[in-house]
């Protein structure tokens, strides 16, 4: 992901995901063998990646 925000936003998964953080972007990887539990695992890690960029909107303004 490509956002002046990335530090902030890779912190909202530090617990669940090793992530890369170099500059304004980061990246991490996910790896299940099971599609069912790889779609479940991505929707969860979107979501906490929505609801950080949300917080962090509403604590810049």
Known sequence: MDSPRAKSLA???ASEEDVIVEGDNFSFTLNEPRAKDARAMWNT????LIIANRVIEVMDS
């Open 11 to 13: 912190s909202s998964l």
């Open 45 to 48: 890690r979107m979501r906490s």
